[in-house]
């Protein structure tokens, strides 16, 4: 009787899996649709001509670039490099150091000839203490400021205390940008005449590109597995769900590497919450409810240009710490404005974003896990039909798989950005393979982290650099 | 059930191979075909800079078909027209570009995509290709949407000094500032001094108009129209009055600095930061004390200002060193230290 019940129950569970995975996968299908018709309009637009005009428009706002940089030795350089010789009319660069232990300091001050100044701070937000501040002799709009470790969001607020332009733009040490990257991402606050509040593009994985004093120079694709599996979710994340979401002004992610934000704004918001690790969401959760609150007319776009490129983790530990950080920063903004789930009042955000980053961004690796277990479990000591357990497998390969095979496809029909027909092939046989291997491994450290999730504590997480960009 | 989806499963990685292969194909047709034109390129173009620079009497041969022409001489020409060529003989580029190009573009305009038709219109643009001067405004009459392609259109009418499009710039509603002085930009004097009669005779005229043709002539320096502009710092609207300052402090100039007294001590910060900007834009040496008496303003920007343009003056860093040392005013102090470390000219 109870060994019936239990089957049942399975049965029940598995179904419920097949059917979760079913629904999650049609939802990518409906945000692919809802993105296909804009990525095709503006497909053969030429993206140089429509950003000349603002590059000597004097009504393009000059902006501030915070870099924030804990123990960034091996690229801050470079990056900050990259940001120097930007295609944009006026902007600043501010790296902050948030109490590194490494030289970060010291490669900026060497390299660019850092004097020190004077700080005369407006506080719009507390910080740690900031202990010094440079200026380049070499280049007037870079400035160094040292402050005591408070974590990266702590580290932004800093850095807008210090910022003096009305846009400031962050981006990760770690990062580089294309050279006209600002300006397409300025492009529709400045077409908008300021009515969209922030923007964010898409971000690429420079793992295998050659780069030259902070330019990419060739795109290729590097040699490891991993390197290779995170440029299939990164077209995944960036190509299907991201410009879907913004469609609809209801996307609740900025990337961390970079975005750009209308500084009065987001002090009017409280600046980054330094509490949690995942600020970049968090802070455009917090944007979107102040918008909604005022019944204000601005709204949050993302550009599907690929403008940032960025460092991914190359070994296992390091990709693990930061699926897991990751992970922990969701669940706390989902937590933190938990009120918004299913809330009328936040429209689109409230009734469909912020359900789908609860139950498909947060709690798939769950629903996943668990469809591992059943599938090997009951396989192997047949406490469920087989063609059940093979049903589901097939839907985790559709799921998984195909899904992300199909944005390999959605890249070389928009953007092919690797130049070599061998690229092609090689990025969609991986893809084919992550239901198989790198999935499991993403699922398993998902739900790490959606334990962790309830031991708070703000760290940076410790990816080992190989300093991708340091090959100068 | 397992049928059912063994099949999906098997269907979509079917059609995903088969878009998978035509896509190879496609690239590698693409990567040959810019490879071909690239070569093409780099053949012809030492030719047509010598026939540019006059060293060669007649055109270099392009290739029979009449869309390989419009694409390299798009190319070719968007490269010629760059800083980097500035020596090419401009009158020579535009007769290339009216041959092969200007019949392109209209067919484009007509039957092309969204995207075409924009890119075309950039290229209309960088080209002056004056001929499209009636296909433009024609086309621009079709657009319903206000989106790149109406602003697009409208900055192309607006190089190719298409009166018809003033009434647009005065009078359509949901225009920026921004993008209305992007199109006063492109208009020639006269044109301009339409506007300014349409501003003149119109009482009503919308706010953005005229801040865009009042930012615009200070940032352009525009000698025609300095009177207009520094009328307005007497306007009764205070948005109008700021944006007059602003263009003044542009300008560089005023006709007479004895405007600038009621602004030191006016109940509105802006207007104090103004005054304080102006002093330095057009180095009255005359209004140091009033700055030296505004770092102590309880506005930080009014104090900001005040810093930053006593030190345009040439004694200015030492007026400043001893504000900082000596100053019983501990706003005065602090702004005057930042400002002898952080330097950087005229903030924005």
């Not at chain 2, 694409?71 to 290339?96: A, H, P």
């Not at chain 2, 392109?104 to 075409?116: D, I, M, S, V």
Request: aromatic fraction near 12%; charge should be neutral; include cysteine.
């Amino acid at each position: 009787m109870s060994s019936n019940f239990l089957t049942v129950l399975i049965e029940f569970i598995s179904w419920g899996i097949i059917f979760y995975m079913i629904s999650a996968g049609l939802i990518y299908v409906m945000l692919f649709l809802v993105a296909s018709p804009r990525i095709k309009k503006e497909k053969k637009l030429s993206r140089h001509e429509q950003i000349e005009e603002l590059s000597i428009n004097k009504d393009t706002y000059p902006i501030s670039i915070l870099v924030p940089a804990y123990n960034e030795e091996a690229g801050v350089v470079s990056t900050v490099r990259s940001l120097l010789s930007l295609n944009y009319p006026q902007y600043e660069i501010i790296v902050v150091n948030d109490g590194s232990t490494d030289r970060t300091s010291e490669k900026v001050i060497s390299q660019f000839q850092m004097e020190p100044i004077e700080l005369a701070l407006r506080t719009y937000f507390k910080t740690g203490e900031i202990t010094r501040a440079y200026r380049s002799a070499l280049h007037p709009e870079l400035f160094l400021i040292e402050k005591v470790n408070g974590g990266k969001a702590d580290a932004l607020n800093a850095g807008i205390n210090f910022s003096r332009y009305p846009y400031f733009s962050a981006i990760d040490g770690d990062s580089i940008l294309e050279q006209d990257a600002l300006l397409k991402t300025m492009k529709p606050i400045v077409d908008s005449a300021g009515r969209v509040t922030a923007t964010g593009g898409t971000v690429r994985i420079a793992n295998g590109c050659k780069i030259n004093k902070g330019v990419i120079e060739r795109v290729s694709l590097p040699h490891k597995p991993l390197e290779i599996m995170q440029i299939i979710e990164y077209f995944r994340a960036f190509l299907i769900g991201r410009l879907g979401f913004s469609r609809i002004n209801i996307l609740l992610i900025i990337s961390g590497a970079f975005g750009v934000f209308e500084k009065s704004r987001v002090i009017k918001v409280g600046g980054y919450k330094t509490d949690t690790v995942g600020e970049d969401m968090e802070l455009i959760v917090r944007l979107h409810r102040s918008i909604k609150d005022e019944k204000s007319k601005q709204r949050i776009e993302y550009i599907q240009d690929p403008v940032c490129w960025t460092e991914a983790p190359s070994t296992v530990a390091s990709l693990r710490a930061q699926r897991i950080r990751w992970q922990r920063g969701l669940a706390e903004t989902l937590w933190t404005h938990r009120k918004m789930l299913f809330n009328p009042k936040y429209r689109g955000i409230g009734l469909f974003s912020f359900p789908y980053y609860l139950f498909v961004e947060l709690l798939s690796a769950v629903f996943e896990v668990l469809g591992y277990f059943i599938i090997i479990g009951g396989l192997a000591f047949s406490f469920i039909d087989p063609d059940i357990a093979l049903v589901m497998f097939l839907v985790m390969v559709l799921y998984g798989s195909l899904l992300s095979s199909l944005a390999v496809l959605l890249e070389e029909w928009t953007y092919h950005k690797y130049p070599t027909v061998g690229s092609i092939v090689v990025l969609y046989l991986y893809a084919l393979t992550e239901t198989f291997w790198y999935r499991i491994l993403m699922n398993v450290w998902r739900v790490k982290g959606l334990f962790y999730a309830f031991k708070k504590k703000s760290v940076w997480g410790n990816m080992e650099r190989k300093g991708v960009f340091s090959e100068d | 059930m397992l049928e059912l989806f063994i099949w999906l499963v098997v269907g979509l990685l079917g059609a995903q191979l088969l878009i998978l292969f035509c896509l190879i194909l496609w690239k590698a047709r693409t990567i040959s075909h810019e490879n071909n034109i690239d070569e093409i390129i780099n053949s012809l173009k030492p030719q047509f800079i010598d026939y540019l620079e006059g060293r060669r009497p007649s055109e270099p041969n392009l290739p029979k078909s009449k869309n390989t022409q419009a694409v390299i001489m798009e190319k070719m020409l968007d490269e010629f027209y760059s800083d980097s060529y500035g020596n090419l003989e401009e009158r020579k580029l535009n007769q290339l570009a009216e041959k092969y190009l200007a019949a392109h573009y209209r067919k484009t305009l007509k039957r092309g995509t969204w995207a075409e038709r924009i890119n075309a219109l950039y290229f209309i643009e960088d080209f002056y290709l004056v001929s499209l001067r009636e296909d433009a405004y024609q086309h621009f009459l079709k657009l319903k949407k206000q989106d790149e392609e109406f602003r697009q259109c409208l900055r192309v009418c607006a190089s190719l000094q298409e009166e018809r499009i003033l009434p647009v710039i005065t009078e359509k509603e949901g225009l920026s500032t921004g993008f209305i002085k992007e199109l006063l930009f492109r208009l020639n004097e006269s044109l301009m001094g339409k506007i300014l009669e349409k501003i003149e005779n119109n009482n009503d005229i919308a706010e953005n108009v005229l801040f865009a043709f009042i930012t615009f002539n200070g940032e352009q320096k525009n000698e025609p129209f300095f009177s207009f502009v520094e009328n307005k710092i007497f306007d009764e609207r205070k948005e109008v009055r700021l944006k007059a300052l602003n263009s003044l402090c542009n300008y560089g100039k005023v006709s007479n600095p004895s405007i600038l007294d009621a602004f030191f001590t006016s109940s509105y910060w802006e207007e104090r930061m103004y005054a304080a900007k102006l002093t330095g834009a057009c180095s009255l040496p005359q209004y140091k004390q009033a700055l030296l008496e505004l770092l102590s303003d309880p506005v930080w920007w009014v104090r900001f200002a005040a810093a930053e343009n006593i030190k345009t003056f040439p004694d200015g860093e030492a007026l400043l060193r001893q504000v900082a040392l000596w100053d019983e005013d501990a706003y005065s102090r602090d702004i005057a230290k930042h400002m002898l470390t952080r330097k950087g000219g005229i903030g924005a």
